[in-house]
């Protein structure tokens, strides 16, 4: 008989005074300075309180109801509308013969069971029960049979439980993939949610899956903590769901996060309408209420027909929903005159999406309850944050405070910010999962460390509080100008004739991505475009408005309430690219106009107005800095390069540049701060301009550190490089786990010499000790900036400290060092020893007496920070730090005997050839060459020093075409003052004109004796086509 709690029968009489003190504890409605129960959320669990909560779940998943039924058996757990409430004890009955039942039928612990049950009480127990004894699989009943297909294969389904009205799609799907099929049979007289099992169906063929008896499984113990409880999938904004794994540690956990953050108890009582396939149905109403000994009700429906029922007859403590419910439950209330009427709710928890301001205002003033707004993720088993209930602060637009996971914020390049800076939320903690199943490119893309990216943008304030601005992937980015959805969708559902609002991006020409807007009216209400849109005008930015409006019936939600903005991407965004600008406004000044002129020459874009974004036409970092250097000739004072991406319409320019020289604003000088102890003002100053446009984090105002990846756990890397393009490539090719800290080098700067080099890396050197004290260190850098960091690593080995690794990318640095290196370079070219050298690694040992690696590339030089390339030299680099973490080397440089290292005062020579006048293009020659050693050290033969007698070609401008020609070996020792003659075989250039031959001596992969200031032999030679073709007759 079902448990009628509002009669006058012994157990209604018990219950009415059960409700009677709970409604003493928790009154309805609000009442100011009111005695609520809450709880103070930190930043993150106390870790004593989480040893003893853990000590409280025992080992096995069920010890903590087990502990439950000694201490209220017969207490009410679950309750529904038709049966009686079962009780704790029953519960516990029925989750264990449930589970020795399926031992019986040779389903264990790991086994992955498919439940596909209707919404209500049986769910709930079926998937308590399976997840003690197995793992449960929980599936949304209303699947097409191909879906069901598809999640029994990804999934690894083995056993599909169901009902007798389970859709017949699941039974096809099960019949199709050959899983034994068991049904939930519900005996008339039972308690709500208990169940027994049917014997299973046949598999294809007419074969029975096994039986009591036949099989004992291995794993036919009690499920343990660490065991996977649930394998859920996500129900975010894409279209794609990944598969999570869940244990019944992180779950018991997340669900004690939920009770202290709700300070949930034994009088309360939850009322449950949501699914159980999604995490909030299984730990938010109902492993957490139950926890704490409370009750549940669990529904079949979800209306506010329903909910209003429920509310009179159970008189729940608490509600949870996701927005769209919320609203229809508020709407039911004024429907029903309840509106503002007390009730026996002490709280309502929204759910799953965000909830704009206009319902929840709305909520709380038909319910009079107040309204928590929290945060949660499958993948972190629910909760993240919550906001604290009544008197504690709840703030508008806030999903709370920390309640259980760590949170952080970090920018685009994945660095930590400050309070009230946006960027991507991070949270990690014991309920985090450690990892999606099945999918290594989204596990690694998905954390940083220990950090779970959640793909969330928002920002903490400076109490902690976590407010969310919509995820990263719908962001909207206007010709630079990142927009918040979110934000438009608040100001639009404001307006009295609009229920439902979701910006999103459409393509345009220009711009990238233009702001739309799709709207659902309210019943009875008519929408007009323009006027809406003149009310968006009003009260957001003008690049915020949107430009389109589209009128829908509905918006497009996942199965959990999520919307889909992708949805509204694909529907309407196929159409042809939108192509406006602002509205155009004439420079008024003289300044204006000027630097109108100037955009107008560095963009190619005609008839610059105020309201023109210098980014939104097409500018980038490179633009700006061009910009901004003719800026400074024209004005002959220096201007800071960021202060165009701080002010970047010509309105807003023209501004910035009147306030700086009147005094009003910051000056460029004072912008840039005081020059750093340590450092000439006009070094500092030259490389803190070009790292201006540098986008990352920096330790300090004016530090020459940019970082990337800082949350990251490995060990940072700092590397040196000539452009912010190749930092950022660089940074987004490298594992998030990767720090990487980024430097330039003096190339291109008036400051460039060997002294400015050693200048800058002391300075680098401190502040890279400013970021980590201690060591190891990962130091590298390309071309001009690997002398840079070949300077830092001295310097710190120099100070004690372990540089475990130091990159020369594309050069080689002739000074003694010790440690550890690895070398980069490309194919023949310009910048690679391979070109003016036959074997430049003969040469590298005589300085670098630690561990050498070499790395060689395919590519040329151009192509190592391009698409073409970076993706083989980050591998590359990523293996020279795991070989110098692990000291191993998997690609090492072998070592020939030791050679002679010549002092500089050995490159001292004089060399005499005779060289006819005129060689025909690509005529061979073998000339007569004398050497005369004119320095104090005697030269040993080529085997025991890499000296060569070689030649090299120079084109008539000046550029060395040909590196290396011909080359001959030194036979014997030469004494100083004695004279050898050699032979020399040469080949002249296939192209003619006048050319310089140059015959030398070379210290192979050191130098060519004439850089380091000897004599070489230089011959001026006409290249003679009539020569060419007489050879070849």
């Not at 999938?233 to 709700?262: E, F, Q, Y």
């Not at 690219?577 to 190619?604: F, K, Q, Y």
């Amino acid at each position: 008989m079902p448990a009628q709690l509002n009669r006058g029968d012994g157990h209604g009489n018990r219950e009415r005074d059960r409700r009677r003190s709970r409604a003493g504890d928790h009154p309805g409605g609000f009442v100011q300075g009111q005695d609520w129960r809450s709880t103070a959320i930190g930043r993150s669990s106390a870790p004593l309180a989480q040893r003893r909560r853990m000590r409280e779940f025992g080992d096995t998943s069920d010890r903590w109801l087990e502990r439950l039924c000694e201490e209220q058996p017969d207490a009410p757990a679950i309750h529904s509308f038709d049966r009686e409430p079962l009780s704790y004890i029953a519960l516990l009955r029925q989750i264990r013969s449930s589970v020795e039942d399926l031992r019986s039928r040779g389903i264990g612990r790991g086994d992955r069971v498919a439940v596909v049950l209707p919404k209500g009480p049986s769910m709930a127990t079926a998937c308590l029960a399976v997840a003690a004894g197995a793992t449960c699989v929980p599936l949304n009943p209303d699947y097409t049979e191909s879906e069901f297909e598809c999640f029994f294969a990804s999934l690894g389904i083995r056993y599909l439980l169901s009902s007798e009205v389970t859709p017949v799609a699941a039974r096809q799907a099960a019949e199709r993939a050959a899983l034994p099929v068991f049904t939930t049979l519900l005996p008339s007289d039972a308690a709500t949610g208990a169940f027994t099992l049917s014997p299973p169906s046949p598999r294809p063929g007419g074969a029975l899956p096994p039986e009591s008896g036949s099989s004992t499984p291995s794993n036919d113990g009690p499920a343990l903590l660490d065991d996977i409880a649930y394998v859920l999938h996500t129900s975010g904004s894409t279209s794609k769901p990944k598969i999570v794994p869940l244990t019944h540690r992180s779950l018991l956990r997340s669900a004690a996060n939920v009770a202290d953050s709700l300070a949930l108890g034994a009088r309360d009582r939850c009322l449950h309408m949501l699914p159980l396939f999604h995490v909030g149905g299984l730990v938010d109403l109902l492993l957490a209420p139950l926890s704490r000994g409370g009750e549940v009700v669990c529904t079949e429906r979800t209306s506010s027909k329903v909910f209003f029922e429920a509310l009179d007859r159970f008189e729940p403590t608490w509600y949870q929903g996701v927005p769209t419910m919320l609203h229809d439950v508020a709407e039911g209330a004024r429907l029903r005159g309840r509106y503002g009427r007390p009730n026996s709710l002490r709280f309502i928890r929204s759910v799953s999406a965000a909830l704009c301001t206009a319902v929840f205002e709305e909520v709380e003033a038909s319910l009079a309850t107040p309204v928590i707004e929290i945060y949660g993720m499958t993948e972190t088993a629910g909760l993240i944050a919550s906001n604290p209930l009544p008197p504690a602060k709840r703030k508008p637009g806030s999903v709370g405070l920390a309640a259980g996971p760590e949170i952080s914020i970090v920018d685009g390049a994945g660095n930590p910010v400050g309070p009230d800076e946006s960027g991507e939320v991070l949270v990690r903690g014991n309920t985090v999962m450690p990892g999606y199943e099945g999918d290594a490119t989204e596990q690694a893309q998905s954390f940083i460390g220990s950090w779970l990216r959640t793909g969330d943008e928002g920002h903490l304030d400076a109490e902690g509080y976590l407010f969310l601005t919509g995820r990263l992937k719908e962001i909207i980015n206007r010709g630079g100008e990142k927009i918040s959805p979110r934000e438009i969708d608040e100001i639009a559902m404001r307006h009295p004739a609009v229920a439902e609002a979701a910006a999103f991006a459409l393509p345009h020409e220009t711009l990238g991505e233009e702001v739309a807007l799709a709207v659902v009216a309210r019943p009875g209400r008519a929408l007009d475009e323009k006027e809406l849109i003149a009310y968006l005008g009003q009260r957001l930015a003008y690049f915020k408005v949107p430009r389109v409006m589209f009128a829908r019936d509905e918006l497009p939600r996942g199965g959990s309430g999520k919307l889909q903005r992708h949805r509204l991407a694909e529907e309407f965004g196929h159409g042809a690219a939108l192509t406006d600008r602002p509205e155009w406004i004439a420079p008024r000044s003289e300044l204006a106009r000027r630097i109108a002129e100037m955009w107008e020459r560095t963009l190619g874009v005609p008839e610059i107005g105020l309201l023109d974004n210098f980014f939104d036409l097409g500018g980038d970092s490179l633009k700006a800095a061009t910009f901004i250097g003719e800026l400074e000739e024209r004005f002959d004072r220096p201007i800071q390069v960021w202060a165009l991406f701080e002010a970047p319409t010509l309105g807003e320019f023209e501004a910035h540049l009147c306030e700086a020289e009147t005094g009003a604003g910051t000056s460029a000088e004072a912008a840039a701060g005081h020059t750093p102890e340590g450092i000439r003002p006009g070094l500092y100053r030259a490389v803190a301009g070009y790292l201006a446009a540098w986008r990352g984090r920096r330790m300090r105002k004016g530090s020459l550190l940019v970082g990337r990846n800082t949350l990251g756990a490995n060990t940072p890397l700092f590397w040196g490089l000539q452009a912010f393009g190749e930092f950022e490539i660089l940074a987004s090719h490298l594992d998030p786990n990767q720090p990487l800290y980024g430097f330039r080098s003096l190339f291109g700067s008036e400051e460039k010499s060997a002294d400015s080099n050693r200048e800058i890396a002391a300075y680098y050197a401190r502040e890279i000790r400013e970021i980590r004290p201690q060591g190891p260190y990962l130091l590298g850098g390309f071309c001009e900036a690997a002398k840079i960091a070949f300077e830092i690593a001295r310097i710190l080995r120099a100070d004690g400290a372990e540089v475990a690794l130091l990159g020369l990318q594309e050069q080689f640095v002739p000074e003694p060092y010790d440690g550890r290196v690895a070398f980069f370079f490309c194919q023949p070219g310009n910048h690679s020893p391979y070109q003016y050298y036959r074997h430049p690694e003969r040469g590298w040992p005589k300085f670098y007496t630690g561990q050498i690696e070499l790395f060689r590339s395919k590519d040329s030089h151009d192509d190592y920070y391009a698409e073409r390339g970076i993706q083989a030299f980050a591998a590359q680099l990523t293996e020279a730090i795991e070989d110098a973490h692990s000291h191993r080397s998997r690609s090492p440089l072998e070592r020939e005997s030791e050679l002679q290292r010549l002092p500089p005062a050995a490159y001292r020579a004089s060399i005499e050839a005779r060289v006819p006048r005129s060689l025909g293009r690509g005529e061979r020659r073998t000339l007569c060459v004398e050497i005369e050693n004119q320095s104090p050290v005697t030269w040993q033969p080529t085997e025991s020093s890499g000296i060569l007698l070689a030649n090299r070609w120079i084109h008539r401008k000046g550029k060395r075409k040909v590196w290396l020609d011909g080359w001959t070996a030194l036979p014997k020792p030469l004494a100083p003052g004695e004279r050898i003659q050699l032979e020399l075989a040469i080949e002249a250039p296939d192209r003619g004109w006048r050319w310089t031959l140059e015959i030398d001596l070379v210290d192979e992969g050191v130098t060519w004796f004439g850089d380091r200031g000897s004599r070489a032999a230089l011959e001026s030679l006409w290249l003679s086509d009539w020569l060419s073709r007489r050879q070849r007759r």
